[in-house]
């Protein structure tokens, strides 16, 4: 017989999230939603969405595996099928005890009951690990939709959330998300379900084979159990979801140590950060004692309803054998029948954890779905259809927060295939045009559109393939040079990606180094440096051909020689195309179509360079300023 202080053997696997596990490098087709089963949990209603507990994350898990019926009614028949057999087995084992008479020479039915034995325990192991088998198609499909979901989800919400954000803790919530629809899944279809089915067929047989007062004493030990076990996890959750809270805390503040290397390294301080990691870490460490302490009150408990309800079960048996009301072979049957039943009853408390903590990691990762989605396709939004190129702010005004206004009645053209250059001082609103041209904030005021289209009322997907951007900071991925270039347009052959290599002359360099186009190129792109990175970016751009480009002070962190060099590679690869330049030194948009100077969000004059320079203005005085800066030494 098994002990019954062992766990089940039937328990789910160790969930591996798809979020730790890298894309393939050079691989750029797109993921298509038809490869995932399941509904969205935009499905659910509104009404269970907005609720709150388990029944909520139970309601939004639904979609996710409703898409397999027939694997799940599979799984649903071997379930039947393993536990009556094991049910059975005390049965079985019981005719053998009362068959195996000294005084009876044949042997042919303790023979039979012995098979009979046998094959019944082959049945209970064998259909049990098909049915899991059956539904593990249905975990791991569920885990993979929601956390793509989750991930989809992300990328719509808006830079607000985004600039908000802890990467590390997001990241964290997403896998530990992922494994709880996993692990809640695994428990209640492994454990929750064949352990009631079970302790049913059992009650059934002991009212058939035995009388009432064994029933009623199983359910009473049930419910007692269940309800202690219930009231004392409810207790002890509070300080699992502290110790969640905790541990996202400390993974966010250690990505975002290391995401800040060298900045560390420039001020000394890396035991600064070891201390701030290790102050999260101990909160950590007395939320981890907390909780296992309160674990030893849950556990106690169980243990002593288990073993009152055991004790009386057997006393009823043992007196029952006593007055010849039962036979030898019935209290092996009660015995049996108990110690199987004590397995999943001392499970139930753990398996009851493993769900509250599924639900609890269930619950941060359907949070960040429940995130509004700041800016949406208009319905019925259509394809923004790219006639010339002209892009148009019409009296538009912008504000991050209602008390910060940031743009106030900006109004200007950028015809067909011109340059529009945007100068100001540090905060005068120049980054934020190309943010709103891009559709990452809507405006406050005012329309943007682009050849008459408001882009709010067409897709967003369209509006940001029309449009193409050098930015200040380029942030490469931690991948190939080919892959970073590749990006800006994914579906691009190696023929294409070179080419545009080569427009932003950056081919040359990429072949002399010994791994070529398969050089990895970092973290944030650190192993190349400003030049290199900001022509990257260009041939990305350039695969992207756009209609319109944005230079959003694209040279701005170089020196003066590799800047005058990309200086003239933008002005050749924006010819023809409409180009808005966000600009901070006023030598490299001299030959702009037209020149905005903006101060505290308005604009203060605009012209041509020498209508500018002319009228000894604002732009005058910056560009005075300018000059008298000391030039840099630029090394022979």
């Keep these: 017989m098994t002990d019954p202080r062992q766990p089940d053997p039937v328990k789910p696997k160790p969930a591996v999230t798809p979020h730790a596990t890298a894309a393939p490098r050079n691989e750029h087709a797109r993921a298509t939603t038809s490869e995932t089963s399941g509904a969205s949990p935009a499905a659910v209603p509104e009404k269970v969405r907005s609720g709150s507990g388990t029944l909520r994350v139970l ?56 098979a009979l034995y046998g094959v019944l325990r082959l049945i209970g192991a064998l259909f049990g690990q098909l049915r899991d088998t059956v539904f593990e198609r249905v975990s791991q499909r569920a885990m993979r939709a ?17 600039l908000d954000r802890h990467t590390g803790g997001v990241g964290r919530d997403i896998s530990r998300g992922t494994r709880g629809v996993y692990n809640l899944l695994g428990w209640v279809v492994f454990n929750i379900l064949p352990t009631i089915f079970e302790i049913a067929v059992v009650i059934v047989y002991m ?94 408990a169980q243990a002593l309803v288990i073993a009152i309800g055991v004790t009386l079960l057997m006393a009823m048996a043992a007196q029952g054998v006593v007055a010849h009301k039962l036979s030898v072979g019935d209290i092996v049957m009660v015995n049996g029948w108990l110690l199987q039943l004590a397995i999943p009853l001392n499970m139930l408390g753990f398996t009851w954890r493993q769900i509250k903590q599924g639900v609890i990691d269930m619950e941060k990762m359907f949070s960040l779905l429940d995130e509004h989605a700041e800016i949406r396709d208009a319905p019925g939004a259509k394809p923004l259809a790219i006639r010339g190129g002209e892009v148009r702010f019409e009296h538009v005004s912008f504000r991050y927060n209602p008390d910060r206004a940031i743009l106030d009645d900006i109004d200007f053209t950028i015809p067909p295939g011109k340059t529009l250059a945007v100068v100001g001082e540090t905060g005068a609103g120049k980054s934020t045009l190309s943010r709103l041209l891009f559709r990452f904030y809507d405006v406050s005021g005012g329309r943007i559109a682009i050849d008459g289209q408001d882009i709010r009322e067409v897709t967003q997907e369209s509006l940001r393939a029309a449009i193409g951007i050098v930015p200040q900071d380029t942030v490469l991925f931690n991948d190939t040079i080919y892959y970073n270039i590749a990006y800006g347009r994914t579906d691009a052959t190696r023929e294409e990606v070179e080419a545009a290599a080569r427009a932003a002359h950056i081919h040359d360099f990429v072949v002399s180094l010994p791994q070529g186009y398969d ?17 990257v970016a260009i041939a990305r751009a350039l695969l992207k051909k756009p209609a319109i480009l944005v230079f959003d002070e694209a040279t701005s962190a170089l020196d003066t020689r590799t800047e005058k060099i990309i200086q003239a590679e933008l002005a050749e690869i924006a010819r023809g195309r409409t ?58």
Excluded: C
């Design 146 to 162: 929601s956390g793509l979901d989750a991930f989809r989800h992300l990328h719509k919400l808006s830079l607000r959330f985004h």
């Design 59 to 114: 309601a939004m898990l639904w979609p996710y595996i409703r898409g397999f019926p027939v694997r799940m009614a599979i799984a649903a028949a071997l379930l039947v099928i393993a536990k009556m057999a094991t049910v059975y087995v005390p049965m079985a084992f019981s005719g053998i005890v009362n068959h195996l008479d000294p005084r009876i020479a044949a042997l042919t039915v303790p023979i039979a009951l012995i």
């Design 207 to 300: 009212l058939h084979k035995l009388d009432w007062r064994y029933a009623a004493v199983t359910l009473v030990t049930m419910a007692v159990y269940i309800a202690a076990t219930i009231w004392i996890t409810e207790w002890r959750t509070a300080g699992v979801r502290a110790m969640n809270e905790v541990e996202s805390l400390s993974n966010a503040r250690a990505v975002d140590s290391l995401l800040n290397y060298e900045t560390v390294k420039y001020f000394g301080n890396e035991e600064f950060e070891a201390r701030r990691y290790d102050a999260e870490l101990r909160r950590y460490e007395d939320a981890a004692v907390k909780t296992e302490s309160s674990l030893a009150v849950l556990n106690g």
């Design 519 to 535: 050089s990895t190129v970092g973290e944030r792109g650190l192993k190349l440096s400003g030049g290199e990175k900001q022509r």
């Design 579 to 636: 180009t808005l330049i966000v600009a901070h030194r006023l030598s490299t948009i001299v030959d702009a179509d037209r020149i905005l100077v903006l101060d505290h969000g308005r604009v203060v004059e605009n012209g041509t360079h020498a209508e500018l320079l002319a009228r000894g203005g604002r732009y005058a005085a910056l560009w005075a300023l300018q000059a008298r800066q000391p030039s840099e030494s630029i090394p022979a």
